[in-house]
């Protein structure tokens, strides 16, 4: 954003990304349970009588294998890499060329909660050739009830190997928070042999988003394990109960700190910027010195940090970070972006922190409530800073204006009298031509990249 070759790129509407092969996913379901698209105005016997309405790409693919022989040597989620899947007459075609890999197939995740679903996954991703349900029930040429017992008699859920594969598989696509939960899910709904062995495993993946702000390998395990004991409880589960490591009771005492203010107060200040106040320029001393002693007596202010990249904004952020932060007290670092905000200690965006919908009106709040943890968070913190701000829509601002002075209880100061610090370049702005044609913008945002 607000670099003028991007945006006559985009201007233009050519590609940004591209991925490559492309990635079909393919549907799960039990018998008679998969989805059924249809109008509104249609009635149900009309839809159940249209052709193909029991077909998915999973009975589809039972089918295939009982009338091509090549098809039963082939996994459920390799068949797109052999084989087209045709929407119009839901069938499986052979495909044409396999000179270059043009599609890979993944089938759509299932919890351990899920019961069913989640071992007839496990069956699909391990046996090949299937030619209906009761055929990956059937073992030994017994046809047992559950896909569960199917899966425990062929061996695959054996010694935890299926769910060690599981949450390998979930780390490439899951956020870490979404990986202790499936953790947590696992120790209560699937009862796994070695729990220490799984912890020991997957630990490091789970605690990627506190790693990046606590260099202690110790404070990271402990903010883990609190985090999967909460998970645990509302579970009506006790994390004592499973072999995992002790939870000091210096942390464990954050149970009653409200999560976001325990990940914000955890944060420590970066010793190489503290020394940055000693380094800053004219300007940057002043702006320093006033936002400083705005959070010293606490009267609140309202700051607004303008310069073109490069000129220094994010080394002032820092700055004062590292010093308010060494003072035990709270600063929120935001930014539009993710790129811009991962540059501060702790930053995180605008939308995530401040809870901002997505689609906004005149007069709009954040979705947090009063009494949530990330109310707790701003009541709490000493300095709010939001850079990138110039490219955002003013509602989204008059959206944290409204919410702070409704939690703070002080509607008559802007932004309930908090601290905020604002900053941004204008001049990296396109420019609103209303009513202009495409050629009269591109020339606007060049001469705007002149400025």
């Known amino acids: 954003m607000g670099n003028p070759p991007e945006a ?59 009338t091509d022989e090549t098809a039963r040597g082939i996994l459920y989620r390799d068949f797109p890499e052999f084989y087209t899947w045709q929407a119009h007459g839901k069938v499986w075609q052979n495909r044409v060329r396999r000179d270059t890999l043009r599609q890979i197939g993944r089938i759509v995740s299932a919890n351990p909660a899920e019961g069913e679903r989640y071992y007839l996954r496990v069956l699909l991703n391990h046996v090949a050739g299937a030619t209906s349900f009761e055929c990956l029930r059937t073992v030994d040429g017994k046809l047992l009830p559950t896909f569960r017992e199917a899966a425990e008699r062929r061996g695959l859920i054996e010694e935890d190997n299926t769910l060690n594969e599981s949450l390998f598989e979930a780390t ?29 495993k997957h630990k490091e993946a789970m605690s990627e988003d506190y790693k990046r702000n606590n260099q202690s390998t110790f404070m990271l395990e402990q903010m883990v394990l609190i985090d999967i004991q909460k998970l645990l409880q509302s579970m009506q589960k006790d994390i004592k109960i499973y072999p995992l490591p002790d939870i000091d009771d210096t942390y464990d005492s954050s149970r009653d700190i409200p999560r976001e203010i325990f990940e914000e107060a955890s944060i420590e200040a970066n010793e190489d910027d503290m020394a940055l106040s000693n380094t800053l320029n ?35 952020y820092r700055a004062l970070i590292a010093a308010i932060r060494s003072q035990k007290k709270i600063v929120v670092a935001t930014a539009i972006s993710g790129v811009a905000a991962s540059i501060m200690p702790g930053g995180r965006t605008a939308h995530s922190r401040f809870k901002i919908p997505l689609t906004i009106d005149n007069g709009a709040f954040c979705t947090f409530t009063k ?35 409704d939690i703070m209880d002080r509607s008559e100061l802007p932004f309930g009298g908090k601290t905020v610090v604002f900053g941004g370049d204008f001049r990296q702005v396109l420019p609103v031509v209303h009513r202009g044609s495409r050629a009269q913008v591109v020339g606007a945002s060049l001469r705007m990249s002149y400025l």
């Open 8 to 66: 006559l790129w985009r201007i233009y509407e050519f590609d940004l990304s591209d991925r490559y092969p492309t990635i079909l996913s393919l549907q799960l379901h039990l018998p008679d349970m998969h989805m059924v698209s249809f109008h509104r105005r249609e009635g149900i016997q009309r839809v159940l009588d249209r052709p193909g309405v029991d077909k998915s790409m999973l009975i589809a693919y039972f089918e295939k294998n009982k």
């Open 172 to 200: 490439g696509w899951m956020m870490p928070y979404a990986l202790r939960r499936l953790f947590a899910t696992i120790l209560v709904f699937c009862e796994p042999n070695d729990v220490f062995g799984l912890w020991k």
């Open 282 to 316: 004219v300007e940057q001393r002043a702006a320093y010195d006033q936002i400083m002693s705005s959070v010293d007596t606490k009267d609140g202010g309202l700051f607004f940090v303008d310069g073109p990249g490069g000129t220094g904004k994010t080394y002032l």
């Open 371 to 405: 009494q949530s943890g990330t109310a707790k968070l701003l009541r709490a913190s000493s300095l709010i800073i939001w850079d990138e701000a110039s490219m955002t829509k003013r509602q989204s601002i008059e959206a944290l204006d409204n919410s702070l002075r």
